[in-house]
């Protein structure tokens, strides 16, 4: 038997600070780009009662951990569900078993900020949002830690949800934001755009999006959920998490392709890990504009997963579980 850890979201909550994600998912990353193994997810759909069953994986091993993303949406409870199992790189024992949920817009929204800190320009103050539910608020907590950004605008649909967002993000911030009633006038003079919503159409105008300007698009991880503009893929710099998704799920991506702007495989620079390590040089100019694609990966999950870990351990949080290994439950008796 081996003793394993279980950490429910509560227990997990308030063991980091959005920078502690971005460090900690900015190194993983950095693993990926030299090499270590990381898979986009796969996918289950049932038809009735209507969901969907998720999974994706990644081994790193200087972080010493491999695991991943197991959840469920939908279905009759018409809820999600979010397991993180965690293992040891060495030994393959399990590690631990996370309740994932209260981490998800963290460690997803450090992705993003890693992908701003290595794509958007030095000098950017001025960040859009286009989103104000969970994943838009992991996405400006991370991100502003790698960013002085003097003026936030952040642009949803239902008017009370962007105000209480401003508000919110107005106290927390050293930076002037407000709710606005439109996606163009809160793209206008953005250095950094944020898409972090369930649209299957484009959310923002490519004409809006200006030379120079960084866009990170977290809502497009299903082939008809498509945030950006096909054109604004195209002449970007497209930097998907992991290059294997972006044929697969990426929903402006596919767009792009379907529109016949770009041949299936074509028009991805590099995915983020490349440019992580150094081997991609991402932004070319301070006129281009890139895109970073984030359609989440078990990279970001293992990473966020080890350090909350390793921080429950030495806090003393959470149950140990027992699990046998195969050599002595798998008897077939």
Do not use: C
Request: charged share 20%; proline share 5%; no cysteine.
């Amino acid at each position: 038997m081996t003793e394993t850890l279980f950490l429910t979201s509560s227990e997990v909550d308030d063991l980091a600070d959005p920078a502690d994600y971005v460090a900690a998912v900015r190194d993983a990353y950095r693993q990926v780009g030299e090499g270590a193994p990381a898979e986009p997810r796969t996918k289950l759909l049932n038809r009735e009662p209507p969901g969907m069953l998720t999974t994706y994986a990644a081994l790193l091993p200087e972080t010493g951990a491999m695991g991943g993303y197991t959840y469920s949406a939908g279905f009759g409870a018409g809820d999600a569900w979010f397991m993180t199992p965690l293992f040891d790189a060495e030994s393959g024992e399990p590690l631990a078993l996370l309740d994932g949920a209260s981490m998800n817009p963290f460690k997803t929204g450090a992705a993003g900020a890693v992908a701003v800190d290595a794509l958007a320009r030095d000098d950017a103050t001025e960040l859009a949002v286009i989103g104000s539910g969970a994943q838009a608020r992991g996405q400006v907590a991370t991100t502003a830690t790698v960013r002085e950004f003097e003026a936030v605008r952040v642009f949803s649909p239902t008017r009370e949800n962007r105000q209480a967002f401003a508000a919110d993000f107005g106290d927390r911030l050293a930076a002037d934001v407000t709710a606005v009633e439109s996606a163009s006038a809160a793209l206008a003079g953005a250095d950094v755009v944020i898409t972090a919503t369930t649209a299957s159409d484009p959310v923002i105008a490519d004409a809006d999006v200006e030379p120079g300007t960084h866009v990170t698009a977290m809502g497009q991880y299903h082939p008809e959920k498509n945030e950006l503009p096909p054109e604004l893929v195209t002449r970007a710099t497209y930097v998907p998490d992991l290059r294997a998704r972006a044929t697969q799920d990426a929903g402006s991506y596919l767009a792009a392709v379907e529109a016949g702007l770009i041949e299936a495989g074509e028009g991805i620079a590099a995915d983020l890990g490349a440019v992580v390590a150094g081997d991609h040089p991402g932004r070319a100019s301070d006129d281009a504009v890139t895109v970073f694609d984030s359609g989440g990966t078990g990279v970001e999950t293992v990473a966020a997963a080890h350090m909350l870990y390793e921080r429950a351990s030495e806090k003393g949080r959470g149950q140990t579980i027992d699990f046998a290994p195969a050599s002595e439950a798998l008897t077939g008796e």
